[in-house]
Each structure stands twice: as C-alpha cells, then as structure tokens.
C-alpha cells in the first residue's frame, strides 16, 4: 500500500510512535552522553555532540515511522526545520538545565531533567517540521 493510500494516523497513534522513537533517542543520547564524558570531553560539548547524534536518528525515525511526512517539504528542508527546533528546544533546553543545575543537582540529574522537559515540546515541534502543521 502507497503512502497515498494509507489512511492518516490519528494523533495518538503518533503521540505512542514519537514517545517510542523519543525512548530509543534517548537512549543513544544518554549513551552517547555517557561515552563523551568517559572519554573526557566536559559536560556541555559531550551534550551538543550527543544531541546531534541522536537527534540525526529521531529525524529519521520520527520522519518515516512516526508522522505523515509532507512531501512538499524537501527531505533536506524539515531537517534542517527539525535540527533547528531541536536545537532549541532539546539542546538548549538540555543545556540549560546542565548549566544551571548540574552544580546543585549533578550532572546526570540536570540532563535527565532536561530531557524531560523538552519531551512534550519536542512532539509539537517534530509534528511541524515533518507533517507542516501543528495541531490536528
């Protein structure tokens, strides 16, 4: 069956889709996380290069598993529309929250903490990047 043919996913069977794609992204963040520092790369550029690294896999994922990708726009054009927002929602998000807590909590509760947080952003995010629209 074509993608013209499918029938539209509903929005909660997208919401399950991009809560298991964002599971897997953060795992290879958290890892990538992990590795970065266990090679002696300090907390924020691990977590910029971490991020990269799994936001090229949530792209890929989210756009050909978890949304109806828009075919009017070009591949190259919602990434760069969801790398943007991922940078920042969850990088920036990340970032700040390593920063401003990571002294007080730890570097490991700032980031997850982070994560967390920039979850629920990310879905309205990754949802325009790829399908061109917000809501519906």
Same mark, same amino acid.
Do not use: C, Y
């Given at each position: 069956? #074509? @993608? ?10 997208? /919401? ?7 599971? %897997?992204?953060?795992? &290879? @963040? =958290?890892?990538s996380f ?7 790369? #300090?907390?924020?550029? %691990?977590? /910029? ?13 989210? $756009?050909?598993? #978890? ?5 009017? &726009?070009?591949?190259? @054009? %919602?990434? =760069? ?12 998000? #990340? ?8 002294? &007080? ?6 980031? /997850?903490? $982070?994560?967390v947080v920039?979850?629920? =952003? ?7 990047? /790829?399908? $061109?629209?917000?809501?519906?």
């Amino acid at each position: 069956m #074509s @993608d013209a043919e499918r029938p539209p996913r509903s929005t909660g069977n997208k /919401i399950v889709r991009f809560a298991i794609v964002g599971l %897997a992204n953060t795992a &290879i @963040d =958290l890892a990538s996380f992990f590795l970065l520092l266990k090679l002696g790369v #300090s907390p924020l550029p %691990a977590n /910029i290069a971490a991020w990269f690294i799994a936001v090229t896999f949530s792209f890929a994922a989210n $756009g050909f598993w #978890s949304f109806e990708r828009n075919r009017a &726009i070009r591949l190259h @054009d %919602a990434f =760069l529309r969801f790398a943007s927002l991922g940078g920042l929602i969850s990088l920036g998000v #990340s970032s700040l929250s390593i920063a401003l807590f990571a002294g &007080i909590a730890g570097v490991w509760p700032a980031k /997850i903490g $982070g994560v967390v947080v920039a979850a629920v =952003l990310n879905f309205l995010a990754a949802r325009w990047s /790829i399908e $061109g629209r917000l809501l519906k």
